[in-house]
């Protein structure tokens, strides 16, 4: 079923968003916004804004004749300041957008000749407040434009010019190409954007049944439109500052040209199929655009200039990249269906390439100077900075683990100091012409010279913000913003107050949330204050549902002496991904489980913490969920359930055990007594994340931190006699005798201390909660067991984490402000405490459907279950296999149910389950695996 086209607006969307214009000239001009005292009175950059506005070009299609030139405008998240948006306003913008990429360097990886020191001075200041973009069909008509803005400028101040970079198509043999430096063809598989008018190209968009194609969801590139998850994305408010505007990422990537050629000639002499095979094994496309994976022999002209046959194709009949290598630059981009499920997962995280070349060609004849300037003005249009352009930059282009690809990098973009590979899978069918080669010693070819994050408004947006009116649409209601905010329908009604009962013609009329709110009685507040501060632990402990509900309505960010509980989901994921203004709280703890060794946990923002991470990425391989997670928990399941005979404490014998075991047969650390082992974790984990532990708790847990380092440091020993790389203890000490740094065996113990003490009472937690919520509702049980016998895992994983949403194994997480921040209007200074709560995020009706309802079609993104931004679980791939992976055989028994009694109840010692008891109709021999009797 095709997708409705949704009605767009095309004369308030900026050009730039819904198309490139393929234009052969360019010219960014960065620009900084002057201070108030720089500009008098400190209108005069509105006023040079709304001088700009009527020759901004907008998504309307041109009748007739192309124009000369187009201009398009993007205002960093500093500039916006300047702008004077309210703090309202502000505050809605994303989080990545409002640190900008200098702030965000080390979580995209910017590292070594990459790394800001390197950038050139404007972006290394974050100068540039004001992005000014033109296009033109000539040179004159590109210097006509600029007259035209530096005019504007003059007329009215506010703001200064910093520089300017020009971008041109590059001529080749005397003729203008769509080529980049490294001589590709480029900008082949921009995605189709729905609604954009532009017809539909296939293999540009979304697969859909029928071998078909459909174009890209428009709230993927526009905000205030569905997205492919079937959400309109929270926005900035009002709703006229973000409708039909996106986000926009700049940087300026050098070229290293001779670097490139000379490498690939080098790796020609040792391949059959000659230097034009290499690169496009690289490229995942022949030179002139035509792909490897329709023409894996040769480039075909009928199919590279064709836009109805150059994108048609999927990955599914080439799954271990015989044809397009799965580290290829292309494939990275874009998997389409490598991951499976029809390419779905991709198109989650597809950008639009905009941008021109700057620097001149250089002949294939002539030698190229790499000190010159040359590259390519990169500029990506998306609606999520942070799950489209940060996770292609920093999961597929500088990371290989999601292709089973461990450390390798994308060949052509990626991070490179000249030790980099990837794996060129030889042709069994043409083994001559075409055998298994690696590529080794990859170079830097492309460094980023800066950059910076944009927002793209709409023209709508831009009048609001060049008059200074946009506090005044704060105060207009929009039905898609559902303000006032709807109050959540609390799962248990709370003492002696009845939630606020909405006219249902509220609806229809103009009100602002702060009009809304100051109507509310005042004796209301009072009670609810009054009922919190008085509330007795107890009650909560019953009723955290309702507790949570109060907290989102009436006080979403509430301060108890230094602590604030943050109770709203979008606060909730802000307060998480904001690493650089809340840092993690554990890391003087975990010193001292280590004995004075570091894990990343309990790292702050650094070049160590990214270093660390990736070398445990290395250690851990995507290929380990088949060949040792899955087949380690299904044995050691399959035993206990076999064992129990029918009547099985879930709790311990099931969910505490299964996951020790894995730490044996995948970490690579035994023991002598799995429940000591396993009790040994729980209290590490007490220990690291619950405050306010009796001493005595503290104390075994230090205690059990020892124990644990001896046993770990005589596994590290013992490996080193008897190595096995099918371990990560083995493939760190591997990676140690190869020279990673920070691999010693102190810092091997200590990661591996800190994954046990996440892998073992994590597990049994989510375990044990998990059933028992299942076990109260019958007809999800059923699907759930149902899900299990036909194996079908993915759906057994939507009913077990749904089911955990009701009672997660973690209700917060503790975080401390490191510099004086700004949520959702509300001041949260340095040195407070923040109890980011998860468990109440999972119930914010302003983010999920019907919150209260037990829903598998809910999005993966409504799931806090493991962290969100930096300190997200390392495990969690770990866990998402295991959790399920071990109630999946329980599941399959006949008979399931609770033990009679208070057996059959969840019993909880401290913060983690004691026991669980179920019983079932004991497992018997299927006929098909009975012996004979004279067998």
């Known amino acids: 079923m095709v997708s409705p086209q949704p009605a767009l607006d095309l004369t308030d969307i900026q050009g730039n968003i819904l198309r490139g214009y393929g234009f052969p000239f360019s010219r960014y001009l960065f620009c900084r916004i002057l201070d108030p005292s720089e500009s008098h009175d400190g209108l005069s950059a509105r006023r040079t804004i709304s001088g700009l506005i009527p020759d901004i070009t907008t998504s309307e299609w041109w009748r007739g004749e192309k124009p000369q030139q187009t201009l398009n405008i993007a205002i960093s998240y500093p500039g916006l300041q300047k702008l004077k948006l309210p703090a309202e306003s502000l505050a809605g913008f994303p989080f990545e957008f409002q640190e900008g990429m200098l702030k965000r360097s080390i979580n995209l990886n910017h590292v070594r000749k990459n790394s800001p020191e390197h950038w050139e001075t404007i972006w290394r200041q974050e100068s540039v407040d004001l992005l000014l973009v033109i296009n033109a069909l000539s040179e004159d008509a590109r210097e006509q434009m600029t007259s035209n803005v530096q005019a504007r400028i003059e007329q009215h101040g506010g703001i200064l010019i910093l520089g300017s970079q020009d971008g041109a198509a590059l001529v080749v043999d005397g003729e203008p190409t769509k080529k980049e430096h490294f001589g590709y063809t480029d900008g082949i598989g921009n995605p189709d954007i729905l609604g954009s008018g532009i017809p539909a190209r296939p293999g540009r968009g979304v697969p859909v049944p029928g071998g078909k194609w459909e174009p890209v969801k428009t709230g993927e590139f526009l905000l205030g439109y569905l997205d492919e998850g079937g959400e309109v994305p929270a926005s900035p408010r009002p709703h006229l500052l973000s409708r039909n505007s996106s986000f926009l990422v700049y940087l300026k990537l050098h070229q290293n040209v001779a670097a490139f050629r000379e490498f690939t000639k080098k790796q020609a002499e040792h391949y059959p199929g000659g230097e034009e095979l290499v690169k496009a094994k690289m490229i995942g496309r022949w030179d002139d655009g035509t792909p490897m994976q329709l023409c894996p022999f040769h480039k075909d002209a009928s199919v590279a200039n064709d836009p109805m046959r150059n994108n048609d194709f999927s990955y599914a009949d080439d799954p271990d990249g015989t044809r397009v290598p799965l580290g290829s630059h292309v494939r990275r981009m874009n998997p389409r269906d490598t991951f499976g499920f029809d390419g779905r997962l991709a198109c989650r995280h597809r950008i639009a390439r905009r941008g021109l070349p700057y620097g001149k060609w250089v002949p294939y004849d002539q030698t190229a100077d790499d000190t010159e300037e040359r590259g390519i003005n990169f500029m990506v249009v998306n609606a999520s900075i942070n799950r489209q352009f940060e996770f292609v930059w920093k999961e597929w282009v500088n990371y290989g683990n999601d292709f089973g690809l461990g450390n390798d990098r994308d060949p052509i973009m990626g991070n490179h100091t000249g030790q980099g590979s990837m794996v060129i899978p030889g042709d069994p069918e043409r083994p001559e012409a075409q055998p298994a080669h690696f590529l080794t010693d990859i170079p830097q070819f492309v460094e980023l010279r800066g950059g910076g994050y944009f927002f793209l408004p709409s023209l709508t947006a831009l009048r609001l913000i060049a008059q200074g009116r946009v506090m005044e649409e704060l105060s207009t209601y929009d039905p898609a913003a559902t303000l006032p905010p709807a109050v959540d329908t609390p799962a248990v009604p709370p003492p002696d107050i009845d939630p606020p009962r909405r006219d249902p013609t509220d609806a229809m009329k103009p009100q602002s949330f702060w009009a809304w709110l100051s109507s509310l009685p005042s004796r209301l507040f009072a009670a609810v204050g009054a009922w919190i501060s008085a509330a007795m632990s107890a009650w909560i402990a019953k009723h955290q549902l309702t507790f949570f509900w109060l907290l ?57 913490y990214e270093r660390d991470v990736s070398n445990m990425r290395e250690a851990t391989r995507r290929t380990d969920a088949a060949q040792i997670i899955v087949p380690s928990i299904q044995q050691s399941a399959d035993a206990i359930i076999k064992k129990s005979e029918g009547h099985l404490n879930v709790a311990t014998d099931l969910g505490l055990i299964v996951p020790t075991h894995l730490t044996r047969d995948y970490l690579g650390i035994t023991n002598d007594d799995d429940m000591r082992f396993a009790e040994h974790a729980s209290l590490m984990f007490r220990y690291l994340f619950i405050p306010d532990n009796p001493p005595e708790v503290d104390a075994k847990a230090l205690r059990a931190a020892t124990e644990c380092r001896e046993a770990i440091d005589q596994q590290i020993q013992d490996q080193k006699k008897n190595p096995n790389e099918m371990t990560v203890l083995g493939r760190c000490l591997q990676m140690q005798r190869d020279g990673f740094e920070r691999m010693d065996d102190v810092q091997i113990r200590s990661n591996l201390l800190g994954l046990l003490v996440g892998m073992i009472p994590t597990t049994a937690k989510c375990v044990a909660q998990a059933l028992d919520q299942l076990l109260d509702r019958p007809q999800q049980l059923a699907g759930a067991q149902q899900a299990a016998l036909a194996n079908d895992d993915e759906l057994l994983s939507k009913y077990v984490f749904e089911a955990l949403r009701f009672n997660p194994q973690n209700p917060g997480l503790f975080r401390v402000v490191a510099e004086d921040y700004r949520l959702a209007g509300k001041r949260l200074p340095v040195g407070a405490r923040v109890v980011a709560l998860t468990w109440s995020a999972m119930f914010d009706r302003r983010e999920l459907d019907s919150p209260n309802e037990f829903r598998i079609d809910r999005p993966a993104s409504h799931y806090l279950h493991f962290g969100a931004g930096m300190h997200e679980c390392f495990g969690q791939r770990i866990s998402q296999l295991q959790i399920p992976g071990i109630l999946k055989p329980l599941l399959q028994q006949p008979g399931l149910r609770r033990a009679e009694g208070d057996s059959g109840r969840l019993q909880m010692a401290g913060p983690f389950p004691s026991s669980l008891i179920v019983d079932f109709n004991p497992p018997t021999i299927p006929p098909d695996t009975r012996r004979s009797p004279d067998a």
Do not use: H, W
């Open 552 to 608: 989102r309505t009436f006080k979403p960010i509430f301060k108890k002496g230094d602590v604030y509980l943050v109770a709203r989901y979008r606060d909730v994921v802000e307060v998480l991904n904001a690493k650089q203004a809340f840092f993690v709280t554990y890391g003087e703890k975990m010193s001292r489980l280590t004995n004075g060794g570091e894990f990343f946990l309990g790292m702050q923002p650094s070049e160590t």
